[in-house]
């Protein structure tokens, strides 16, 4: 009742604060180019629930690590296992890890391991220019996986030499250091994030210890008719991961190791634009867990190599895209084998205006699974604006997962996979409207998930040994509402608040069900920027989380000194001090106090 009355007061003064701005001139919406859908469109005139985190929004955020940031988005449910994002999942309105797609500039990070892995990214947060989050189907040209939605991370394209350093220290021993080196001309971009960030543990008697480094670089020519790109990245990491993955034998570690390479191209050929891409990722992930004085160790190597090719053609009233793409994924594992598998590819998108305000857009994308076999996906999606300040739109979308290698072949005492499990199929239908009047905006979702054959892992009452399974009758459905405000005060800078409601159904059968049931039905997120005083800045994030077990609550602040391109700042995470889960049984840690250093040259 509590929660709901807050939920009530919060839409309250939110409706209201946008009825106050209506007489205020309508701005237009952003016009930021929205890059992860198979046809760039800008924010404003998306077909589907687009939510984008720009620079500027990352700088400010008492956030310090990237799962930390995606948290606060709506629709976005992070579960984190330790501090300072040694290892998270990401889900999308209710879908789990499994079933989000996370990007590189347009380059997709799968693991065919396990996508707890996924967020092992070589870039830090200073190399970030925007997140674009696509909730719900909207990946046509990356195949069947983003059955949720879709992260897309951008790193920063110069056109001056940059400079940026950054350097924090923190209770429980906390180190971190990062530097940031750019540089950029009429033809050419190149960028080089490096961080590096060690603690002590927040158990002194546990193994919670971490030591994180990463290392980005990525670079753009620019050709005559045309742009060339290209990355390279490094992430290393090795931390205690006490209860991580089970609380019946807690003593656990991990080392994980990513790389990263890709190229990818773009030439103007008449009317139409060629994009073509490689990409290759290797994972090495290195588990050990204790069992009175025996070590029991489990390895395993990844790799991902794929390509793709697509044409897009943009002309008055409508535009196309089209193309084809590969992946091969192996594994080298004690645990799980040595085996390797091949997905293909093929689509097409169209997009047409309707009438001066509406449009819509058709897609298909076929992809074959070599062990699964082939699966049609359709989509479509409509757009109409019906003033300047006011859109709306619908849309509805199919995927396919394959499993993951885990999810078919671990075997160990309190994990079983199994080899004969089929892909999961997924249906989507979402409508939504966005209104920005004035200093306001307010974005309104309402979705409905239907997914055949769930994969998942059970166990009957008592049992200790999880087994991976099959389900029916899954849906999700829920509401999005997220309301900012650009205050035009001397002293407030935004103000946002957002609300997710979830309803999920499951046939369980009494089992017990890992992942497909621990999603919140109710989260509410604000964050309120101040500037209390000259050079002074304030930022508070607060998030509340209704889930089946345990409600979670989480609160962060960050206060700043500018002094020109440098600035002094104190960030504390968990004000409250509250000892609580996300994933698994590992306890996050509680407040947790750091001050820091960092300059900017723009």
């Given at each position: 009742?509590r929660?709901?009355?807050?939920?009530?007061?919060?839409?309250v003064?939110?409706?209201?604060?946008?009825?106050?701005?209506?007489?205020?001139?309508?701005?237009?919406?952003?016009?930021?180019?929205?890059?992860?859908?198979?046809?760039?469109?800008?924010?404003g005139?998306?077909?589907?629930?687009v939510?984008?985190?720009?620079?500027?929004?990352?700088?400010?955020s008492?956030?310090?690590?990237?799962?930390?940031?995606?948290?606060?988005?709506?629709?976005?449910?992070?579960?984190?296992?330790?501090?300072?994002?040694?290892?998270?999942?990401?889900?999308?309105?209710?879908?789990?890890?499994?079933?989000?797609?996370?990007?590189?500039?347009g380059?997709?990070?799968?693991?065919?391991?396990?996508?707890?892995?996924?967020?092992?990214?070589?870039?830090?947060?200073s190399?970030?220019?925007?997140?674009?989050?696509?909730?719900g189907?909207?990946?046509?040209n990356?195949?069947?996986?983003?059955?949720?939605?879709?992260?897309?991370?951008?790193?920063?394209?110069?056109?001056?030499?940059?400079f940026?350093?950054?350097?924090?220290?923190?209770?429980?021993?906390?180190?971190?250091?990062?530097?940031?080196?750019?540089?950029?001309?009429?033809?050419?971009?190149h960028?080089?994030?490096?961080?590096?960030?060690?603690?002590?543990?927040?158990?002194p008697?546990?193994?919670?210890?971490?030591?994180?480094?990463?290392?980005?670089?990525?670079?753009?020519?620019?050709?005559?008719?045309?742009?060339?790109?290209?990355?390279?990245?490094?992430?290393?990491?090795?931390?205690?991961?006490?209860?991580f993955?089970?609380?019946?034998?807690?003593?656990?570690?991990?080392?994980?190791?990513?790389?990263?390479?890709?190229?990818?191209?773009?030439?103007?050929?008449?009317?139409?634009?060629?994009?073509?891409?490689?990409?290759?990722?290797?994972?090495?992930d290195?588990?050990?867990?204790?069992?009175?004085?025996?070590?029991?160790?489990?390895?395993?190597?990844?790799?991902?190599?794929?390509?793709?090719?697509?044409?897009?053609?943009?002309?008055?009233?409508?535009?196309?895209?089209?193309?084809?793409?590969?992946?091969?994924?192996?594994?080298?594992?004690?645990?799980?084998?040595?085996?390797?598998?091949?997905?293909?590819?093929?689509?097409l998108?169209?997009?047409?205006?309707?009438?001066?305000?509406?449009?819509?857009?058709?897609s298909?994308?076929?992809?074959?699974?070599?062990?699964?076999?082939?699966?049609?996906?359709?989509?479509a999606?409509?757009?109409?604006?019906?003033?300047?300040?006011?859109?709306?739109?619908?849309?509805?979308?199919?995927?396919?997962?394959?499993?993951?290698?885990?999810?078919?072949?671990?075997?160990?005492?309190?994990?079983?996979?199994?080899?004969?499990?089929?892909?999961?199929?997924?249906?989507?239908?979402?409508?939504?409207?966005?209104?920005?009047?004035?200093?306001?905006?307010?974005?309104?979702?309402?979705?409905?998930r239907?997914?055949d054959?769930?994969?998942?892992?059970?166990?009957?009452?008592?049992?200790?040994?999880?087994?991976?399974?099959?389900?029916?009758?899954?849906?999700?459905?829920?509401?999005?509402?997220?309301?900012?405000?650009?205050?035009?005060?001397?002293?407030?800078?935004?103000?946002?608040?957002?609300?997710?409601?979830?309803?999920?159904?499951?046939?369980e059968?009494?089992?017990?069900?890992?992942?497909?049931?621990?999603?919140?039905?109710?989260?509410?997120?604000?964050?309120?920027?101040?500037?209390?005083?000259?050079?002074?800045?304030?930022?508070?994030d607060?998030?509340?989380?209704?889930?089946?077990?345990?409600?979670?609550?989480?609160?962060?602040?960050?206060?700043?000194?500018?002094?020109?391109?440098?600035?002094?700042?104190?960030?504390?995470?968990?004000?409250?001090?509250?000892?609580?889960?996300?994933?698994?049984?590992?306890?996050?840690?509680?407040?947790?106090?750091?001050?820091?250093?960092?300059?900017?040259?723009?």
């Amino acid at each position: 009742m509590r929660f709901h009355c807050i939920v009530l007061l919060s839409t309250v003064l939110a409706w209201s604060g946008v009825q106050a701005a209506g007489s205020a001139d309508a701005d237009p919406l952003e016009t930021l180019v929205v890059t992860a859908s198979a046809l760039p469109h800008s924010l404003g005139e998306s077909f589907r629930s687009v939510a984008v985190i720009s620079r500027d929004e990352i700088a400010v955020s008492p956030a310090a690590s990237l799962a930390e940031l995606l948290a606060m988005t709506p629709g976005v449910d992070v579960q984190r296992r330790g501090a300072a994002g040694v290892q998270a999942d990401i889900g999308i309105r209710g879908a789990s890890f499994e079933q989000t797609l996370v990007l590189l500039n347009g380059v997709p990070l799968r693991d065919p391991q396990t996508n707890h892995h996924k967020l092992n990214l070589p870039v830090p947060l200073s190399q970030i220019e925007r997140i674009e989050i696509v909730r719900g189907p909207g990946g046509v040209n990356h195949g069947g996986f983003a059955t949720g939605g879709l992260v897309n991370i951008i790193t920063r394209r110069l056109d001056t030499p940059a400079f940026g350093m950054e350097v924090r220290a923190g209770e429980h021993a906390l180190r971190q250091a990062g530097l940031f080196l750019g540089t950029g001309g009429a033809r050419s971009s190149h960028s080089l994030g490096v961080e590096a960030k060690r603690s002590d543990g927040h158990l002194p008697d546990e193994p919670t210890d971490f030591d994180l480094r990463k290392v980005g670089y990525d670079g753009r020519l620019d050709l005559e008719r045309g742009a060339l790109t290209w990355g390279l990245g490094l992430d290393d990491r090795q931390f205690g991961a006490y209860k991580f993955y089970t609380a019946d034998f807690p003593d656990q570690r991990e080392e994980t190791r990513t790389r990263l390479a890709y190229i990818s191209g773009q030439w103007d050929v008449g009317a139409w634009e060629i994009l073509p891409q490689l990409y290759w990722r290797a994972h090495e992930d290195w588990f050990q867990t204790l069992v009175g004085t025996t070590a029991f160790i489990n390895e395993h190597e990844t790799r991902v190599q794929g390509w793709g090719l697509s044409a897009r053609s943009d002309a008055a009233g409508h535009a196309t895209a089209l193309g084809a793409g590969g992946v091969r994924e192996r594994i080298s594992s004690n645990a799980l084998g040595e085996r390797s598998r091949d997905e293909a590819r093929l689509w097409l998108a169209h997009r047409r205006d309707l009438a001066p305000s509406s449009a819509a857009e058709l897609s298909l994308n076929v992809v074959d699974y070599q062990a699964f076999g082939r699966y049609w996906l359709p989509g479509a999606a409509l757009r109409h604006q019906f003033s300047a300040s006011l859109s709306g739109y619908a849309s509805a979308g199919r995927s396919a997962r394959q499993p993951s290698y885990t999810e078919l072949h671990l075997q160990t005492s309190g994990n079983r996979g199994r080899s004969e499990l089929a892909a999961e199929r997924s249906s989507l239908y979402e409508a939504g409207m966005r209104w920005q009047p004035g200093d306001h905006s307010l974005s309104a979702g309402l979705f409905v998930r239907r997914t055949d054959q769930l994969i998942d892992w059970a166990r009957l009452p008592g049992n200790v040994t999880w087994l991976a399974d099959q389900f029916g009758g899954h849906s999700s459905r829920g509401v999005e509402l997220d309301w900012r405000w650009r205050a035009p005060l001397p002293w407030v800078e935004e103000i946002g608040l957002a609300w997710t409601s979830l309803q999920t159904r499951l046939d369980e059968d009494a089992r017990e069900i890992k992942y497909a049931l621990d999603v919140p039905r109710h989260t509410l997120a604000g964050h309120l920027r101040l500037s209390p005083a000259q050079h002074w800045h304030l930022g508070l994030d607060a998030r509340f989380a209704e889930r089946r077990d345990a409600d979670a609550f989480w609160l962060s602040a960050r206060l700043a000194r500018q002094f020109g391109r440098a600035e002094l700042f104190v960030e504390a995470d968990n004000l409250l001090d509250r000892v609580q889960p996300e994933a698994g049984f590992a306890p996050l840690p509680g407040r947790w106090v750091a001050v820091g250093w960092r300059y900017a040259s723009r």
